[in-house]
């Protein structure tokens, strides 16, 4: 089994930067791709990014260029970074983790998950 934390959500103003970060424990060795969803009230939850197993990144159109996604595999971390922060970007973060080399927009194609850390951008 994996097990998932975040860490690095807060309270921020906009334009203002948070990084988040992932500490991935238990059977990592099976971890490929890894990820980062949100989810805001009232809406669907979405990928934010994701990094492949081979280290590929892909971002979603809103946060492209504002985001960074990174992971150091040996301390079985993985970070994002998020500058020039929005409202728009409120939202719970999820990290996610899977056993398949390519990152998926899918949450449920995802084997393990994160509780989630809140950001909150206020205007």
């Known amino acids: 089994q994996v097990q998932l934390v975040e860490s690095g959500g807060d309270s921020v103003a906009a334009g203002g930067s948070l990084r988040l970060a992932c500490a991935a424990s238990?059977?990592?060795?099976?971890?490929?791709?890894m990820g980062w969803f949100r989810q805001a009230l009232g809406k669907q939850r979405e990928l934010v990014a994701a990094?492949?197993?081979?280290?590929?990144?892909k971002y979603a159109d809103s946060v492209r260029g504002r985001f960074a996604i990174s992971r150091d595999n040996g301390k079985n971390i993985m970070y994002l970074q998020m500058n020039n922060l929005k409202p728009e970007d409120t939202a719970v973060y999820y990290c996610?983790?899977?056993?398949?080399?390519?990152?998926?927009?899918?949450?449920?194609?995802?084997?393990?998950w994160g509780q989630g850390t809140q950001v909150t951008v206020s205007s």
């Open positions: 990094v492949s197993g081979r280290g590929m990144p």
């Open positions: 996610v983790a899977r056993r398949g080399e390519q990152a998926s927009p899918s949450w449920s194609l995802y084997d393990y």
């Open positions: 238990g059977t990592t060795l099976s971890i490929n791709a």
